[in-house]
């Protein structure tokens, strides 16, 4: 094969799975957030395994593609995975920023809140 012709294997072989991909990813995303919205309070995926999920096949591509010298292939998964766990670690990192935060403990049982613009003389305030 010249080396036209493999340039050219390279490129459609670059897009049908970019396009494989974006089907997987989709699939990915629909099972990801049905599993959470139908957990019902419940615990839902952890969130690390689905940015697992998301970026697995971008990589198993990228390492097929770079041991089958598809460089196109290879270079555009390689970044589509970057950019994949780079925007899963950013929003993981702001979902979660406030979780060892402190947290206040419970209000007194008799604690009765005096309103602005009410009387408060029965409450004591």
Do not use: K
Request: glycine content about 12%.
């Amino acid at each position: 094969m010249t080396r036209r012709q493999s340039l050219f294997t390279d490129i459609l072989a670059a897009i049908g799975l970019l396009c494989l991909t974006a089907v997987a990813g989709i699939w990915a995303f629909l099972y990801a957030g049905m599993s959470g919205w139908a957990s019902n309070g419940e615990e839902g995926p952890n969130p690390l395994t689905v940015l697992f999920c998301y970026s697995a096949l971008p990589v198993a591509i990228t390492a097929l593609a770079g041991w089958r010298r598809y460089w196109v292939t290879a270079v555009l998964h390689g970044l589509l995975a970057l950019a994949v766990l780079a925007l899963g670690a950013v929003w993981y990192t702001y979902e979660h920023r406030h979780d060892d935060d402190y947290r206040p403990g419970p209000l007194p049982s008799g604690y009765h809140p005096c309103y602005s613009g009410s009387d408060c003389s029965a409450t004591g305030g």
